[in-house]
């Protein structure tokens, strides 16, 4: 199984990037979807999740009106829309899935940078 985030990078507040997870190796509508981010000296925090068709998403209060998470079943790949970034959105950004039915989350993508310049 494998979940390859991507799509971080540098970007000036105010400014959008769109992160990509595309989840191998595993029966992508059997999973719920998660992003988490973890800022230096920080604990990992929850981000969104979506769920296994799509039809019902959650965000931190953290995101919402700004960010948004999204799936395609059909590509296996789940996305997160991050728009009026601030410097506090500056983490490491990770992908997540949980299988239906479990607590714990089953695989982590190796996450990617997003470093937000105020």
């Known amino acids: 199984v494998q979940l390859q985030a991507s799509g971080g990078g540098l970007v000036q507040a105010g400014g959008s990037l769109r992160l990509s997870c595309a989840a191998s190796?595993?029966?992508?509508?059997?999973?719920?979807m998660s992003w988490f981010r973890q800022a230096p000296g920080k604990e990992r925090e929850f981000v969104a999740s979506?769920?296994?068709?799509?039809?019902?998403?959650y965000s931190a209060e953290s995101g919402k009106g700004r960010f948004t998470i999204s799936r395609d079943n059909a590509k296996n790949t789940q996305y997160l829309q991050m728009n009026s970034l601030k410097a506090d959105d500056t983490a490491v950004y990770y992908c997540a899935a949980k299988l239906k039915g479990t607590q714990d989350y089953n695989h982590w993508g190796q996450g990617t940078q997003v470093t937000v310049s105020s």
């Open positions: 190796g595993l029966t992508f509508t059997w999973y719920d």
């Open positions: 979506i769920s296994r068709s799509g039809d019902r998403a």
